[in-house]
């Protein structure tokens, strides 16, 4: 983890309430997709935790669902502004985990930190599927961007108007896998943990205090002991937990 | 140069910051961002004699310049910081720590203190007398005078080490508990823990966090501990630990000059895990400004006159 201060390179709308946010910075300490930053914001106490969606040596991709003060306030930013960041924070996806025939399942606000592991396992010569599920199609992103990737991209969305109608478990109960990961709602965990035949790692949310491990704010029960959504997680493996 | 040694209780600090308990952990997380030996000391995550989860999450909710917690002292129980957290605190920090303890009954906290004590790293124990009195009924230790007392003496009767007592401010009479603790033997006061507060989510109209209530910390709670450490340390001879909404080197003055001995450092912990640090190498400067050459000629300065 690393403290810094991120420019702003670019800050723009993706849907009505999605935007997506390039910040220019330190990115040494990344370890791992799936990992997060939190990011200090004029006139609120704790810091906002959004996930990783891509990085290289210089720059940070998040993308971020407006749902609160906190979020509506980031979305008026603009560019060339400077952020106060905690960056490289959390235990991110286990790559050396996946498979060769690897899906990759995200809900909504959960689809951005697929990108980066995407692209990671295509680089590692791995076969990926995406499977996007959002619930009607003005809501769709990155879906040409996975494309471009070169991933086999699935889009389900709950009115049909768009791919698959229903849900991502509509479209993963007739792929074939040999392990999957997902980030998105907990309903939609439920349903993928009922239909998954493989070992996987499913990608946790939690109200946070700190977000580097010391506060015990969003710590949960796993098998194998309590463990802190943002130090110890947020990615957790299918084997560890509970229910 | 100026002077920010300071003594508690009979142990000599480097300076008065303290990073207060639930908010650094055991030490080690912020060990890996910088060198905690700058530090006047820290007090360790509440420490029961049983392990315990906590309450259910959410436990974190954000107001307007501080935070609600209901973490519910998760930690991994007295044996387990002794086996395993202190040793790995000890590769760290060679300072005396503060040992935090709580209980939910007064053999507890005796039981409790009694292991911690013959800790060599231990310099202090802090008690913390907030957590509900299961033989009381519920009601905190922290709410009555004659509780409080009860606690202060069953630790002192246990322990060799200097004993400060950590005070709720949900309280009608902060003063006449201290005095109570003070009387009962207390080597030093710490005050004050969180406020009890609560947010409601207009979404769901549901509070936000799952334990309905938590404890309110961060910088709006500041004037209430500086007026609470000021009518405490006027009523009381011995040391005040200062706490509540500390997030700078003014804070910290304010705090002294309120009456304080050593300063704790909160919420500010979670939203910049180097603020003591940088409280620290504030400290001389923000000291000259104030034309401060000796932190300990501050002490209690607001009373007089």
Known sequence: MNRGIYKIISNKPLTKDIYEMKLEGETSHITAPGQFINILLDGFYLRRPISICDYDDKTITIIYKVVGHGTEAMAKLSEGENLDILCGLGNGFDTAKCGKKTVLIGGGVGVPPMYNLCKKLMAGGADVSIILGFNTESEIFYKEEFEALGAKVYVSTVDGSFGTKGFVTDVLKDLEYDYFCTCGPMPMFRAIEKIAVTSGQYSFEERMGCGFGACMGCSCKTKYGYKRICRDGPVLEREEIIW | ?305
């Not at chain 2, 007398?129 to 509780?147: K, R, W």
């Not at chain 2, 938590?214 to 006027?234: D, T």
């Open chain 2, 1 to 305: 140069m100026v002077n920010t040694k300071v003594n508690l209780c009979g142990i000599e600090m480097d300076n008065p910051i303290i990073p207060a308990s639930g908010t650094f952990g055991f030490g080690y997380e912020f060990a890996e961002l910088y060198d905690i030996n700058c530090l006047g000391t820290f007090s360790f995550k509440g420490t029961t004699k049983d392990p315990r989860f906590g309450n259910s999450t959410p436990r974190i909710a954000e107001c307007d310049s501080g935070m609600i917690n209901a973490v519910g002292l998760q930690n991994p129980g007295v044996e387990k910081v002794i086996a395993e957290e202190l040793p790995k605190l000890k590769a760290c920090f060679l300072k005396p720590v503060m040992a935090n303890i709580s209980g939910f009954s007064l053999e507890e906290y005796a039981y409790t203190c009694e292991k911690i004590d013959k800790e060599e790293q231990v310099g202090w124990l802090e008690v913390n007398i907030s957590c509900p009195n299961v033989h009381g009924g519920g009601m905190s230790f922290g709410t009555s005078p004659e509780a409080a007392a009860e606690v202060t003496k069953v630790v002192k009767a246990v322990t060799t080490k200097p004993v400060i007592i950590k005070l709720s401010p949900n309280v009608t009479d902060i003063v006449s508990i201290a005095k109570a603790c003070e009387e009962a033997g207390a080597d030093g006061i710490s005050l004050i823990n969180t406020l009890l507060g609560m947010r409601i989510d207009l979404k769901t109209g549901k509070p936000v966090i799952a334990n309905k209530m938590g404890g309110f910390s961060g910088a709006a709670i500041k004037p209430v501990g500086i007026r609470m450490v000021y009518q405490v340390s006027s009523a009381v001879k011995i040391p005040v630990v200062g706490m509540g909404g500390v997030s700078n080197a003014e804070d910290v003055i304010e705090y002294m000059m309120a009456g304080a001995t050593a300063v704790e450092v909160g919420a500010a912990n979670l939203v910049n895990p180097y603020v003591c640090k940088e409280i620290i190498d504030d400290l001389p400067a923000v000291m000259a400004k104030y034309g401060i050459k000796n932190l300990n000629d501050i002490k209690g300065c607001a009373h007089n006159g």
